[in-house]
């Protein structure tokens, strides 16, 4: 009678066993998710352009988060004329800090009076900003 009771017992874990390795290998969820965009000045990173005693514009970047954030080196600014960078004012070691504001200016790289596309890269703790944005050149 043991000896039937034993082979039952390790019948039932066998086949446990075997049904609960052979269970689900695929599960689909559907989640809802909501995002709340809030306007440019209550963004995290606030980008404004404003215009130049030249005739040209800059980009102010300001950091409202409450960590740092590097400013990658350098920003680009596309077409090249080849015969500078931008320039960025009130950062002078790469680190916009909470609540500072930086200033971004394509004047060095402007060729004729077109317009440059800068290419802004900002990493925190876990978090990048990327933006490319659009200056006019003065003249």
Do not use: H
């Amino acid at each position: 009678m043991t000896n039937r009771f034993g082979v039952a017992i390790t019948a039932v874990a066998v086949a446990l066993l075997l049904v609960s390795s052979v269970g689900v290998s695929t599960v689909a969820l559907d989640r809802a998710v909501t995002i709340d965009v809030v306007d440019d000045d209550e963004a995290a990173v606030g980008f404004e352009t404003v215009d130049t005693d030249a005739g040209g514009e800059e980009l102010n970047v300001t950091n409202r988060m409450s960590q740092p954030l590097e400013l990658e080196r350098p920003a680009t600014a596309t077409p090249n004329a080849g015969n500078g960078s931008v320039s960025v004012s009130g950062d002078d070691d790469g680190t916009i800090d909470s609540g500072e504001t930086v200033t971004l200016s394509v004047e060095d790289v402007c060729d004729g009076g077109d317009d440059v596309a800068i290419d802004i890269e900002l990493i925190g703790d876990g978090v990048s900003v990327e933006r490319t944005e659009a200056l006019a050149c003065p003249g």
